[in-house]
């Protein structure tokens, strides 16, 4: 029984939704373009249902106007990321395979070295979206929330939000107009990136205390505003605008 108990207690303290949200879609990672967007279309409703019912949560009171511009910028994501693979993209270059496991491990650089340029666009579109005119007329929207949860992601102008999209999607694209890249590869990166988005979002009540919230990374940002631009937070440090957890 203890052995039980305290098996339980690592789980609830260390798995989050986005760590099950891998498992229930990785084993349907799409082997053709055909069915990439099905793909992601099906996990980013996963991700946001699973976010919905996580225990803990933070409630965040939104308006029917919050409600429109959060549906808006949710279906242009998908319709962007859709056009990209369709337009943009040579289609001999996405190409399909028998079974996920028939992808070379060496694919897997793409998603590195993809999430590497996101990282680097992200934080330095995100500081000049901190600047005082872009801030005023754009960036404002998306911190008008101090508290966040999974749909306050998308809470945020519509140029504001192309700006995430086209930071995470220019650098495969341009990629793909160059190199034959697997399916499941593809969708893999994109689906990271989206849950992670979401995911960074997401403020859960404190274990301790019920009034109070764990802090993350970047609810830290939605709080003092010129901290924690980036992801992962490596050009935070070297740029000096780090803030730790407490």
Not at 23 to 44: E, G, N, R, V
Not at 47 to 72: A, E
Not at 120 to 141: A, N, R
Not at 225 to 244: A, E, P, R, T, W
Request: charged share 15%; with cysteine.
């Amino acid at each position: 029984m203890f052995k039980l108990s305290k098996m339980y207690s690592y789980i609830s303290n260390n798995i989050t939704a986005k760590h099950i949200i891998f498992l229930i879609t990785f084993q349907l990672l799409p082997l053709d373009k055909a069915s990439i967007m099905p793909f992601q279309t099906y996990a980013l409703i996963t991700c946001l249902l699973l976010h919905h019912i996580w225990p803990n949560q933070v409630k965040v009171i939104l308006t029917t106007r919050g409600k429109l511009l959060i549906f808006s910028n949710t279906l242009l994501s998908l319709i962007y990321v859709s056009a990209c693979l369709h337009f943009f993209v040579p289609s001999e270059n996405i190409y399909q395979v028998d079974r996920v496991l028939q992808v070379s491990l060496l694919e897997l650089l793409y998603i590195i070295f993809w999430a590497v340029a996101d990282e680097i666009l992200f934080y330095t579109g995100h500081k000049l979206l901190h600047t005082k005119y872009l801030y005023s007329k754009i960036h404002y929207i998306h911190h008008k929330y101090k508290l966040t949860n999974y749909l306050t992601t998308f809470y945020s102008h519509p140029l504001d939000h192309m700006f995430i999209i086209l930071a995470a999607t220019v650098t495969p694209v341009i990629t793909l107009n160059f190199y034959k890249i697997s399916a499941p590869i593809i969708a893999l990166y994109f689906h990271l990136a989206v849950v992670t988005f979401v995911a960074s979002h997401q403020v859960l009540k404190s274990k301790i205390n019920q009034d109070e919230v764990q802090d993350t990374s970047h609810l830290l940002h939605h709080k003092l505003i010129k901290v924690n631009y980036g992801n992962f937070h490596l050009l935070d440090k070297l740029g000096g605008s780090h803030k730790k957890i407490a």
